[in-house]
């Protein structure tokens, strides 16, 4: 699905200097590394502040803290997701509030937004799943009516484009009042381990954040929040400050990629291509297909046979994870999260994807519909 080793070997001698360097200073923790690839990615970013932790559950995490909500209080958000969005919804006792998904870019539809609000709604987190923008100025317009904050959950999405009509283009994680990303290995910015961070232009909630990822500390065993140990260590930082110039690229490389899969798929019976919406540019962390529910297995055993990679992003919406029963949710609740775990297939999708594989995969797939 992805090929790290192929990425890393192109830029091997960047990266093995970056991270020399880190062990030459033996600066481990909180090392010059950090402070300026924070500076590197808010000035790629558009944004005030930017604030490294230690994965993306964390920044999700900490951003809710930073909102000092109060147990009991609820949170809107997607049931088609990665389970740590609602995870540290609930690690921090309050409510996730789960709303259907559209059907064509698999994220949050800001039409069931009004039915989900109580008195209690506090927060929104929006998931820009796969690599494109939720439909914010939606989300963003029903949040300032309602005094609600809104936490962007941008692991998938890092460098996509909001682009509002009329307005000028902002990047996705910058729109909201906090906004957060992940540096798990596969994703667009991945680092050789585990890291995230938390965007946002409010001074307030950038001072927060910034203690709160480690213990809360105001200065030197001085502490003014409850907070938890998430810091991005310093090899990594160097290694994303190495990678993230090459972001762009890496994006141009996975959007070409799926403009191949586009026009060689899109004719296929009761296939789907994915949808791009007007208002975001889509990254392609996911190439993700729609296929008939009765043919996805099928599908995925004569891919495999014929040594081509797929998976499933998500085979089962969380409101019907066994965890999670007791939100009382159950089956038909969220029909299109449910319907979409049938029918999703996603792609190969990398920065090292060659023309001749990808004719493979795609003469495969074709092959596969005829027969
Ligand atoms: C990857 C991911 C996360 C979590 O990031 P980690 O760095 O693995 O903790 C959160 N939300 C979404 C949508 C993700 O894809």
Same mark, same amino acid.
Request: proline letters at 5%.
């Given at each position: 699905?992805?090929?790290?080793?192929?990425?890393?070997?192109?830029?091997?001698?960047?990266?093995?200097?970056?991270?020399?360097?880190?062990?030459?200073?033996?600066?481990?923790?909180?090392?010059?590394?950090?402070?300026?690839?924070?500076?590197?990615?808010? *000035?790629?970013?558009?944004?005030?502040?930017?604030?490294?932790?230690?994965?993306?559950?964390?920044?999700?995490?900490?951003?809710?803290?930073?909102?000092?909500?109060?147990?009991?209080?609820?949170?809107?958000?997607?049931?088609?997701?990665?389970?740590?969005?609602?995870?540290?919804?609930?690690?921090?006792?309050?409510?996730?509030?789960?709303? *259907?998904?559209?059907?064509?870019?698999?994220?949050?539809?800001?039409?069931?937004?009004?039915?989900?609000?109580? *008195?209690?709604?506090?927060?929104?987190?929006?998931?820009?799943?796969?690599?494109?923008?939720?439909?914010?100025?939606?989300?963003?317009?029903?949040?300032?009516?309602?005094?609600?904050?809104?936490?962007?959950?941008?692991?998938?999405?890092?460098?996509?484009?909001?682009?509002?009509?009329?307005?000028?283009?902002?990047?996705?994680?910058?729109?909201?009042?906090?906004?957060?990303?992940?540096?798990?290995?596969?994703?667009?910015?991945?680092?050789?381990?585990?890291?995230?961070?938390?965007?946002?232009?409010?001074?307030?909630?950038?001072?927060?954040?910034?203690?709160?990822?480690?213990?809360?500390?105001?200065?030197?065993?001085?502490?003014?929040?409850?907070?938890?140990?998430?810091?991005?260590?310093?090899?990594?930082?160097?290694?994303?400050?190495?990678?993230?110039?090459?972001?762009?690229?890496?994006?141009?490389?996975?959007?070409?990629?799926?403009?191949?899969?586009?026009?060689?798929?899109?004719?296929?019976?009761?296939?789907?291509?994915?949808?791009?919406?007007?208002?975001?540019?889509?990254?392609?962390?996911?190439?993700?297909?729609?296929?008939?529910?009765?043919?996805?297995?099928?599908?995925?055993?004569?891919?495999?046979?014929?040594?081509?990679?797929?998976?499933?992003?998500?085979?089962?919406?969380?409101?019907?994870?066994?965890?999670?029963?007791?939100?009382?949710?159950?089956?038909?609740?969220?029909?299109?999260?449910?319907?979409?775990?049938?029918?999703?297939?996603?792609?190969?999708?990398?920065?090292?994807?060659?023309?001749?594989?990808?004719?493979?995969?795609?003469?495969?797939?074709?092959?596969?519909?005829?027969?």
């Amino acid at each position: 699905m992805v090929d790290l080793h192929g990425q890393y070997l192109k830029i091997k001698k960047e990266v093995d200097n970056a991270i020399q360097g880190v062990i030459d200073s033996t600066s481990f923790i909180r090392g010059d590394d950090v402070r300026q690839f924070q500076d590197e990615l808010s *000035d790629y970013m558009g944004v005030k502040h930017c604030i490294a932790c230690g994965n993306g559950t964390d920044a999700l995490q900490v951003s809710l803290m930073a909102l000092d909500l109060q147990p009991g209080d609820e949170v809107i958000t997607s049931p088609f997701t990665f389970i740590s969005t609602v995870e540290v919804i609930r690690l921090l006792r309050l409510n996730p509030v789960l709303v *259907d998904v559209l059907p064509d870019t698999f994220n949050l539809d800001p039409s069931l937004l009004e039915q989900a609000l109580s *008195d209690r709604t506090r927060a929104i987190v929006p998931v820009h799943l796969f690599g494109q923008c939720a439909d914010m100025e939606s989300i963003l317009e029903f949040a300032r009516i309602n005094g609600l904050f809104v936490i962007e959950d941008n692991a998938q999405a890092l460098g996509a484009d909001f682009l509002p009509e009329g307005g000028t283009a902002k990047k996705a994680g910058t729109l909201g009042h906090l906004g957060t990303t992940s540096f798990f290995p596969s994703k667009s910015l991945g680092a050789f381990g585990d890291g995230g961070a938390i965007f946002t232009n409010d001074e307030s909630f950038g001072l927060r954040a910034a203690s709160l990822v480690n213990h809360g500390m105001e200065r030197r065993y001085h502490y003014n929040l409850v907070g938890v140990n998430s810091r991005l260590d310093t090899l990594q930082a160097a290694i994303l400050r190495v990678k993230l110039r090459y972001l762009d690229d890496y994006h141009r490389r996975r959007q070409e990629a799926a403009a191949w899969y586009d026009t060689t798929l899109s004719d296929l019976p009761g296939v789907t291509v994915p949808h791009r919406s007007s208002f975001s540019t889509h990254i392609f962390h996911q190439y993700t297909l729609q296929v008939p529910p009765s043919k996805r297995d099928a599908l995925r055993q004569w891919l495999q046979d014929k040594g081509i990679p797929s998976m499933v992003y998500y085979p089962g919406p969380l409101h019907l994870q066994k965890a999670y029963r007791d939100l009382g949710l159950g089956e038909g609740d969220l029909p299109v999260s449910e319907d979409l775990c049938r029918r999703v297939l996603s792609l190969p999708m990398h920065t090292e994807l060659e023309k001749d594989q990808l004719e493979y995969i795609s003469e495969q797939l074709r092959f596969y519909f005829k027969s």
